[in-house]
């Protein structure tokens, strides 16, 4: 036992104090005394103890169990051990309910007092020890999530016709959802968005460490038609430097060129695109093609005709999106599903701007009881509005969005989920 472990005890007879603290003493306990429940609780206001050893019948004032029930309000880190001449199921029983954490019988025995005493005063240093610990993660934690957030794209995001906006939040601290925008010429951008398996601190080291990855090798392969070849290199980077056994990465990514108004993309095991016609509403899954996702196996090759090709024009938005919002859950443990997901689209919610779009989804989710925080959450949305002499307009400066979405002079927005 640590030497500074410091004893109140709380009698009205002064013979039981000294027999008590003789024996802790010879353990090296430091001990404090008192003989009412009045001033024991003012004791333990004032300074700290390791443990309260508490006569249950004293003289005048309050009893043991009334100063139990007060000290646990006033200190509900203390624990309070009960010493008393009844042994009766009944009065064991109202120690406990007035908050004791164990009880010594009179008279007192030194081993049993040594034992109950010994064991109470560890267990509870190795509660607040590790209550200290999760305080440490969690503040760990939360600077993990601020870092991840920073390296993300902000919510929106304006260039010449383009709009990218978004709306990101993991299920824990930090998550594995990832996506961006990369400009790699006046008129191309490459867009991605992605999700890792599982969630968590896992999730979210492999996230920063993929996404650092993706910047380095579209840098090093900036023509759309390279993408194929670009999966390649990066599944085979994710199984050789990355080591991905357990994890898989489900990805969409490709270039939205402005000057032919068109996003040729490709879909390694991601949920569709959506194209939403802000005129008549009508939605269009673009689930045509796709492939593995990416670490599901060594020596994927993929292919130029896998890469699929959307027209961008004013009217459409196109929603991305990662699987934590269809595969949420109501009440009765009923998905939302991807039919869900579309009628939304289609009958509960105006979809005239991409920029309110998540937050409607959203919004309708909570208030249908939908459990939304079990994965991750990530929309993205790009739409186009504007003529083409827009495109030649100098770009608006804005910082980049929190999950991207891409819209050619329109507006969009992102929410991810994992």
């Known amino acids: 036992m640590e030497l500074d ?7 009205d007879d002064d013979v039981v104090i000294n027999i008590i603290r003789n024996i802790l003493r010879r353990d090296d306990y430091l ?23 508490l006569d249950v019948h004293m003289g005048k004032g309050l009893d043991g169990y009334e100063t139990c029930r007060l000290m646990e309000k006033a200190r509900p880190d203390l624990p309070v051990i009960l010493v008393t001449a009844n042994q009766d199921d009944e009065s064991v029983n109202r120690g406990f309910e007035a908050g004791s954490s164990d ?9 049993e007092l040594l034992a109950r005493v010994n064991n109470t005063i560890t267990l509870k240093r190795a509660e607040r020890k590790n209550l200290h610990l999760i305080e440490t993660l969690r503040k760990d934690l939360n ?5 991840q957030q920073a390296m993300l794209p902000k919510w929106v995001y304006l260039d010449n016709e383009i709009l990218f906006s978004s709306f990101y939040e993991p299920c824990e601290a930090v998550g594995g959802d990832l996506f961006d925008r990369i400009k790699i010429s006046p008129t191309k951008y490459v867009v991605y968005i992605g999700d890792i398996s599982g969630h968590g601190v896992q999730a979210a080291l492999l996230m920063s460490a993929i996404k650092s990855t993706i910047k380095l090798m579209v840098e090093s392969y900036p023509d759309e038609k390279s993408m194929a070849e670009l999966f390649t290199k990066l599944n085979e980077r994710l199984y050789n430097d990355l080591y991905i056994r357990h994890n898989y990465l489900t990805l969409l ?3 939205v060129d402005l000057e032919l108004q068109e996003f040729r993309f490709l879909n390694a ?19 045509h093609k796709g492939s593995l996702p990416l670490g599901w196996m060594p020596n994927t090759k993929y292919d130029e005709d896998e890469i699929d090709h959307v027209d961008l024009n004013t009217s459409d938005m196109y929603l991305l999106f990662t699987d934590g919002i269809y595969e949420c859950s109501d009440p009765d443990g009923q998905q939302f599903g991807m039919d869900g997901l579309k009628k939304l689209l289609n009958d509960e919610i105006v979809t005239d701007t991409c920029i309110t779009l998540p937050f409607k989804i959203i919004d309708y989710l909570e ?28 770009p608006l400066d804005k910082t980049p969005p929190h999950c991207a979405a891409l819209s050619p002079q329109g507006s969009g927005q992102n929410r991810a989920g994992l």
């Open 31 to 53: 001990t404090d005394y008192c003989h009412s429940g009045e001033e024991a609780l003012q004791k333990v206001i004032e300074s700290n103890f390791d443990l309260v050893l």
């Open 143 to 147: 600077t993990a999530a601020n870092i």
């Open 269 to 287: 095991g991601h949920p569709p695109m959506i194209r939403i016609n802000k005129d008549s509403g009508r939605i269009t899954v673009l689930d």
């Open 103 to 111: 009880y010594i019988k009179k008279p007192v025995s030194k081993l």
């Open 367 to 394: 208030k249908n009881d939908y459990e939304t925080a079990s994965d991750d959450f990530t929309y993205l949305l790009p739409g186009f509005e504007g003529s083409p002499a827009a495109r030649r307009c100098p």
């Open 253 to 255: 990514m490709g270039v």
């Open 5 to 11: 472990a410091k004893i109140l005890i709380v009698d």
